[in-house]
């Protein structure tokens, strides 16, 4: 509440030097939500040049974008010059120009929740009925679907988080809309980035929308991860629970290299059935995910307490604790000897007895 107030603070000095101030979009859209509020967004007539005149501590975003952030008070604030698009490059990227009304730079956002404007004195601007979706729950774009997702093909995906996020239905001529392929032309980037947010929202929607509509059909590996996330009913690691039904991710994917290891890393333990081997060699932080995804996949519940005190039990924790004098083997040997003893071992193969072990070796070679 506190940046709220001192955002209100921002508007009522523009307002003081003749501009005109609103906050605008998500903002206002959460206000009227009663959910927290964190970015404030600020649209006005006045140009970047202006409100660096007024505020001592400004950064310019870049001309053609007409924005600047306002630190103040120890808050940041996006604030944008009112701007109207002339037209979008790739799907994706507008070009805009300087709008001389609030009306017209509303007319440019994508739904009517993100259209709300808020005055100085806290008045509502709503042109758009944004308010009334909000309440009904419903997105709806600004204009007709077809054009809008044509400019930006990323609003579809932004419409699938919102309708996660909070529980909304999409309006019937976003469905309708559905029949065109808006996605194709994204980067991949922004598929990965998108869906692993959909999925970590509270509701299914976006999700069942994807399934129904066939909407990433573009990318039919991330179509096939968010039905296998839909039929399971499992969202916290996609990639992981196509790893344990495929056991490969593609490698030509553009998944991080943190998101392939922690994929693998949870796959390892539901592939030894939480086993004395994987006990031994299982990364520890993602067990409970690991115990999740099982329960997920193959209905058996498993408890952390019970893995947490086999891990305990086991005959060794770490090569360390194998008894073996390790002088009498040459060095570039140790590894596979270290290799293959810990496994004789966790699979009581093997004593962990120094005379047992050599024995075991000697009889292996």
Known sequence: ?????????????????????YF?????????????????????????????????DVTMEGEKYYSCRIHWQGYTYEVTTFRKDVFYQDHRHPVTEVAS???????????????????????????????????????????????????DGLRVLRALDFASRWN????????????QDYLYSLKEEYIISMIKKIADNPFDNGIKYIVDYQLLKSFPFYQVVIEEAYKYQYTKHIFALFYVLHHFLP?????????????????????????????????????????????AVYKKKIKEESILKQIQE????????????????????????????????????????????????ENEE
């Open 1 to 21: 509440m506190k940046k709220w107030m001192q955002g209100l603070e921002i508007l009522n000095r523009l307002h003081k030097h003749s501009y005109e101030a």
């Open 314 to 361: 086991l005959p060794i924790h770490s090569p360390k604790d194998i008894h073996l004098n390790w002088e009498e083997y040459p060095s570039s040997l140790r590894s596979m000897i270290t290799r293959k003893l810990e496994k004789a071992i966790l699979l009581n193969q093997v004593k962990n007895e120094e005379d047992a072990l050599k024995k075991y070796l």
């Open 101 to 151: 009304t609030l009306q017209e730079d509303l007319k440019r956002r994508d739904f009517t929740i993100n259209a709300i404007a808020m005055d100085k004195n806290q008045k509502i601007i709503d042109v758009y009925h944004g308010k009334q979706d909000i309440e009904n729950k419903i997105i709806r774009t600004i204009g007709e679907p077809k054009v809008r997702f044509d400019e």
């Open 24 to 56: 605008v979009g998500g903002a206002v859209r959460d206000y009227l939500q009663n959910v927290p509020v964190s970015d404030i967004d600020i649209t006005t007539n006045a140009l970047p040049e202006d409100i660096a005149k007024l505020f001592s």
């Open 251 to 295: 490698a030509n994917s553009k998944l991080t290299k943190k998101e392939v290891q922690v994929a693998k890393d949870i796959a390892f333990w539901i592939e030894y059935q939480f086993s004395s081997i994987a006990l031994y060699y299982g990364n520890k932080d993602v067990l409970v995910d690991a115990l999740e995804l099982y329960n």
């Open 168 to 179: 909304y239905v999409l309006d019937t001529e976003i469905l309708h809309s559905f029949n």
